[in-house]
């Protein structure tokens, strides 16, 4: 058997009490991704197959930062090892750099990857999350490359913001830090601004695969949503970093070298076999729990059509 194969859904179930209470909340949250555990797996998996192209891009760019982290930190790299300055004659020093940034490289692939998505693979990503929300089936292979194709142009457009996004944050952040004068409370705007665009890509995504919008509705809406569910997008940033930034901090600064490496392998076999369906899952059900509650559903707006049910659009709107 596959390890996407499909199941035979024809096989009658256990069945459902009428009369039992219907969760909510966060604990409908954990019953589903409990329910649904290896299926979380499978689109993780599927995920990063899909995005190993925009995986390299994004681990190819993130160069950059590694290569202002060296030119901050040089000497200390250097102090680690025993020297006094950096020499990449020296082995140990050498292999304390590769490290180093290929440790950087990840990190900022990981965090790109689960704050902001990789475009199209995405998108396919959010829907199957999209309906698991829902609580509606999914066929993870069909659906998956289904919203690729019906997403594409968006999606694609997105990752390619998202990249040109990153260079101007961290040249934005870079050059204040820079300063002297009073220009170095800028980079404080700067991250204020990096922080509401991840909260944007809370509902970027699930409004995408979900409703039809131009590309500056889409983002429109996205930043309306993250704003009148403020308290809860702050939340899911929290998640989002503890399990992220969390995670390297205690690795970096709490571990020694030797614990470090150990917790930094298991992290990515957590990252390819868990890691961004889970927290996929954390944004996609939030985004549908605040979509449910401050759409009306009387109101215009103009719907995509479910791939397996195979719905007509309503012709509402979205604005």
């Not at 009658?12 to 209470?21: A, M």
């Not at 990981?110 to 704050?115: P, W």
């Not at 457009?157 to 990249?163: E, K, P, T």
């Not at 665009?197 to 699930?206: G, I, K, N, S």
Request: glycine fraction near 6%; charge should be neutral.
């Amino acid at each position: 058997m596959g390890i996407f194969s499909m199941k035979n859904y024809n096989k009658p179930g256990k069945g459902v009490d009428p009369l039992e209470p219907k969760s909510e909340g966060a604990v409908l949250f954990f019953e589903i991704f409990i329910r649904k555990f290896w299926k979380f797996i499978q689109v993780n998996l599927l995920f990063c197959l899909a995005n190993i192209p925009t995986f390299l891009i994004v681990f190819f760019l993130s160069g950059t930062v590694s290569n202002a982290v060296y030119g901050t930190f040089s000497n200390q790299i250097a102090s680690m090892v025993g020297l006094s300055a950096p020499d990449f004659s020296n082995s140990d020093f050498s292999a304390m750099y590769i490290t180093i940034d290929l440790g950087i490289r990840a990190f900022v692939t990981i965090l790109f990857t689960v704050f902001w998505g990789m475009g199209p693979v995405s998108a396919g990503m959010h829907y199957i999350l999209r309906n698991y929300s829902r609580e509606e089936n999914s066929f993870i292979l069909s659906d998956f490359w289904d919203a690729i194709k019906d997403n594409f142009k968006q999606s694609l457009a997105v990752y390619i913001i998202d990249l040109i996004a990153l260079f101007v944050f961290f040249y934005g952040i870079t050059f204040y830090s820079s300063q002297t004068n009073f220009l170095k409370y800028g980079k404080y705007l700067v991250y204020c601004l990096f922080l509401f665009y991840a909260m944007v890509h809370l509902f970027l995504y699930p409004l995408m695969v979900r409703y039809k919008l131009t590309i500056g509705k889409l983002y429109r809406n996205a930043a309306l949503f993250c704003l009148v569910s403020l308290p809860y997008s702050i939340l899911v940033i929290v998640l989002l970093l503890l399990m992220t930034v969390g995670v390297g901090y205690l690795g970096i600064f709490m571990l020694s070298s030797g614990s470090f490496t150990v917790l930094f392998t298991i992290y990515l076999i957590f990252a390819v076999l868990l890691l961004y369906s889970f927290t996929g899952f954390i944004v996609s059900y939030n985004a549908e729990c605040q979509i449910r509650k401050h759409i009306d559903e009387n109101a215009d707006v103009d719907e995509k059509p479910n791939y397996e049910k195979e719905e007509k659009p309503s012709g509402r709107r979205l604005y």
